[in-house]
């Protein structure tokens, strides 16, 4: 009889041990970096999972590119007096994007590993510069043409940290500003160069008058904000240009008033330049009408077979004066001429982002039509936090 009571005493324990295990979340660490983002898209991802975590930021060293090579495992690349302490305890996961948040990922598994006997998971979001298989998850999107490897999760959009809640609570605070305009209310998202996609005064010029009209066809009004990224070239043309009934509002850092969400929900409508995956992804949250604006006036689309085959896009026109070149437009040829001579693990083709976006109906080209009135939510967090999740299950 006591062998009995022992055993089922020892049954017991292990049960409780089991059931304790199953409803403690696992620890997750944040790898902040500089790279707004990166960090949203890290941020997100650890709100979203609904397991406590850390955020852990970093100041980089003027040398890090020399040291932070794919390999490595170490801190030797931060400013580690300006840069958040690592000690144990140990995370069970750690969250990364961006190249210069790699080794320090990698760093926290060895010493996990060495300290704990603990297998700290690494996930990194974006396109890693390490082997695929020094991540226990890799969660990516279509312009970083990755190969489709099982710990490789590939979603259609990049993650972030808006919700249609978070939206409903800002568009109250402006609720009051827009109530004597007519609508509907159409929100203009303004991003600004990136890589292949220039954003100066013509292309400003050129998305107030597309603007402009549609909020006319339409009898609406427009809630137009730039971002960091806008040129001051680029917001004075386009606000000069707009005539339609407006709110206007040019972007100053770390302004509590910031209207981006706000105009997000509260719009009926969405326009968004298509330099930004980012942006893109954030407009079709609210599951409104959105056109992408073309920057580079037909010059960036993968409808319009631009610079990879030397065409010029069909909504450039010729004979319009507006379509000049710049110093904008040097830097995007040199990017384009990259993009088809170098390896695709040095550039990215937001082109194939865009497209997904208008074969599956949640978005137009500016000047081509209307977009479907109720898109279909895109479901990439849903899908990014059953995987990882998956991790810990097994």
């Known amino acids: 009889m006591p062998n009995r009571i022992n055993h089922d005493e020892n049954e017991a324990s292990q049960e409780a041990a089991t059931t304790t295990s199953a409803v403690t979340p696992p620890s997750v660490w944040l790898l902040m970096g500089n790279r707004a983002g990166d960090n949203s898209q890290v941020k997100g991802l650890g709100e979203a999972l609904g397991w406590p975590f850390e955020e852990k930021h970093f100041e980089f060293q003027s040398y890090e590119k020399f040291v932070n090579l794919p390999w490595g495992a170490h801190l ?11 000690c144990a305890p140990w995370p069970d996961l750690v969250i990364s994007a961006g190249r210069k948040n790699e080794p320090i990922a990698r760093y926290i598994q060895a010493r996990a590993m060495a300290e704990e006997g603990n297998r700290t998971r690494l996930i990194h979001v974006g396109r890693p510069w390490a082997a695929p298989p020094n991540w226990d998850l890799i969660i990516t999107t279509p312009q970083y043409r990755l190969p489709q490897d099982p710990n490789i999760l590939h979603n259609d959009t990049p993650l972030h940290r808006v919700t249609r809640e978070r939206l409903d609570e800002d568009a109250k605070l402006w609720a009051d500003r827009v109530a004597d305009l007519p609508r509907p209310l159409i929100a203009v998202l303004c991003g600004g160069n990136s890589g292949p996609y220039p954003f100066d005064r013509a ?4 998305l107030a008058a597309a603007a402009d009209a549609l909020a006319k066809e339409l009898g609406g009004s427009l809630l137009v904000t730039t971002s960091k990224r806008t040129l001051d070239e680029t917001t004075e043309a386009l606000f000069r240009g707009i005539e339609s009934p407006s709110i206007l509002y040019r972007w100053k850092p770390d302004d509590p008033d910031n209207p981006f969400f706000a105009f997000l929900g509260l719009a009926d409508r969405v326009i968004v330049t298509a330099d ?54 040097l830097k995007a040829h040199i990017y384009r001429f990259a993009m088809r001579v170098g390896p695709q693990r040095i550039t990215r083709d937001i082109r194939i982002v865009q497209q997904l976006l208008i074969d599956t109906k949640r978005a137009v080209w500016l000047g081509d039509g209307h977009p479907e009135s109720s898109p279909p939510p895109l479901q990439d967090m849903g899908r990014a936090v059953a995987r990882v999740k998956e991790l810990f299950e097994a």
């Not at 610079?307 to 379509?323: E, T």
Request: hydrophobic content about 30%; charged content about 30%.
């Open 203 to 206: 292309s400003g010029e050129r």
């Open 76 to 86: 030797m690349g931060i400013v580690k007096k300006r840069s958040t302490p690592l």
């Open 276 to 329: 930004s995956v980012s942006m893109m992804a954030e407009s079709c949250v609210p599951e409104r009408p959105v056109y992408l604006y073309d920057t580079g006036e037909g010059m960036t689309s993968m409808k319009d077979n631009p610079w990879l085959d030397g065409q010029r896009g069909a909504r450039a026109k010729a004979s319009d004066p507006k379509v000049g070149f710049s110093r904008s437009h």
